[in-house]
């Protein structure tokens, strides 16, 4: 990272550290963006989890769990903390792969999000 993107990621940071993500979200909706530039180049952005969720709904996604386990299924709804139930689910592991059905998933079990 060159200095000026440095002094540009620094800048970023002292602006949102005391913002909350869900007013960081409201804020960049409001101007129209669903994204945050990165520092790592202009045309590489960091998609706002909430906005990929908004435009995931009723399609197919894959979920990389903390243990490692694979969820993929049709997105049915979803909230703020990024709770989700999936219609439709297989469940993959190294070994296997199940199906579950309708699962309710606890947002803070999810490692990436992935639309198919």
């Not at 998933?105 to 999810?110: A, F, K, M, T």
Request: glycine share 6%; charged share 25%; aromatic share 4%.
């Amino acid at each position: 990272m060159n200095t000026d993107q440095h002094w540009k990621s620094q800048q970023i940071s002292e602006c949102t550290q005391n913002v909350s993500p869900e007013n960081l979200s409201r804020l960049f909706k409001k101007k129209g963006l669903n994204s945050l530039p990165t520092m790592t180049g202009h045309r590489d952005i960091m998609v706002m989890p909430l906005a990929l969720l908004e435009k995931s709904m009723n399609k197919k996604i894959s979920l990389l769990l903390k243990d490692n386990r694979i969820l993929e299924g049709r997105l049915a709804g979803y909230d703020d903390y990024m709770n989700m139930v999936l219609e439709d689910t297989e469940e993959r592991t190294a070994d296997q792969t199940r199906r579950l059905g309708t699962v309710i998933l606890r947002g803070n079990n999810v490692v990436s999000i992935a639309p198919l």
